[in-house]
């Protein structure tokens, strides 16, 4: 007999499980669609993914049934529908578009870029399960990107690139030439770059818990509103720029207080030299801001 016993699942919660689930399958689902070259159809069944994502905890928590079980069934689901699938799209993509078997330093580049940024997703959702408090809707804010918005910004670049680039640029132009190499070459930079931020610990805000969840102010339903209908309009432009816009948001205001810290530092040392090489002698304040 093993000296410690095993502790047996009895029961589960059904109904956030079941959409946990359909979260790992429209993330299986974008892995298939991409390997048959139907790249903008693997990028759109990822938001559906990024949808079951949000509802299987909504569920759970209206259920007040949120468990230890449904939160490692959905970081398994998520690591295939946010690692494993932006990386495959990346590289199929790639693959097909630049024909990197030519030019082999390129095609290690973008199979290292795929593999760091899936490896990046599995270590940020493992640092989550272990930091993470129960109670998920005290959440005001992430530290490091969020994979769904992670894997936002890989998809809506392919996204883009796929439904848009020649509604605004005739197919053959010298300006639709420009921008598909931009798209193509700058989506393993941006590939590295969110996987970078994922495994950070740059702080990013809780979108749902600080601007939807809970009474809030009428201003936050007009912009939702607002938002919503850029999105119907043109959502192949809005979802690059609500992901790629969020993903820089926390990034420039690290650096913005990483700045403003030091210069009231500077400033504070300045503020406390001798009177002798003083140059003006006027009050600084003593702190500086949280990063």
């Known amino acids: 007999m ?16 079941l959409v946990t689930i359909l979260n790992g399958v429209f993330g299986f689902a974008s892995i298939v669609l991409a390997s048959h070259g139907k790249f903008a159809q693997a990028g759109y069944i ?5 949808i079951a994502d ?56 973008i199979a290292v870029a795929a593999t760091i940024y899936f490896c990046c997703t599995a270590i940020r959702l493992a640092r989550f399960n272990v930091e993470n408090v129960r ?9 490091g ?21 020649a509604e605004l640029f005739a197919a053959g132009t010298r300006e639709y030439r420009i921008f598909d190499k931009l798209i ?14 994922m495994v950070s610990r740059i702080r990013y805000q809780h979108v749902v818990n600080q601007y939807i969840s809970g009474k809030k102010p009428f201003t936050h339903l007009v912009w939702l ?22 993903a820089l948001s926390g990034f420039i205001r690290w650096v913005y207080y990483k700045v403003t810290k030091k210069h009231e530092k500077t400033a ?24």
Do not use: W
Not at 2 to 17: A, F, G
Not at 46 to 50: E, K, Q, R, Y
């Open 2 to 17: 093993s000296k410690y016993r095993r502790q047996r699942l009895r029961y589960i919660t059904v109904l956030p499980s």
């Open 54 to 109: 949000v509802l299987d905890g909504q569920l759970a928590r209206i259920s007040k049934n949120t468990s230890s079980f449904g939160g490692q069934l959905d970081s398994l689901c998520d690591v295939i529908s946010f690692g494993a699938a932006p990386a495959f799209l990346m590289f199929k993509i790639l693959e097909y578009r630049l024909e990197p078997a030519n030019l082999p330093l390129l095609e290690r580049f």
């Open 225 to 246: 509103l607002m938002a919503l209908v850029v999105i119907v309009m043109n959502p192949q432009i809005a979802l690059v720029i609500l992901f790629c816009g969020f």
């Open 145 to 165: 990107l969020p994979s769904p918005a992670a894997a936002g910004v890989v998809i809506s670049l392919v996204i883009f690139h796929q439904d848009k680039l």
């Open 46 to 50: 990822l938001i559906l993914a990024m």
């Open 184 to 197: 193509m070459y700058s989506l393993p930079f941006a590939t590295l770059a969110a996987g970078a931020l």
């Open 268 to 291: 504070v040392i300045a503020g406390h030299q001798p009177p002798a090489a003083s140059t003006g002698g006027g009050d600084f304040p003593s702190q500086g801001g949280n990063v």
């Open 135 to 143: 109670d998920e809707s005290a959440h005001t804010s992430f530290t």
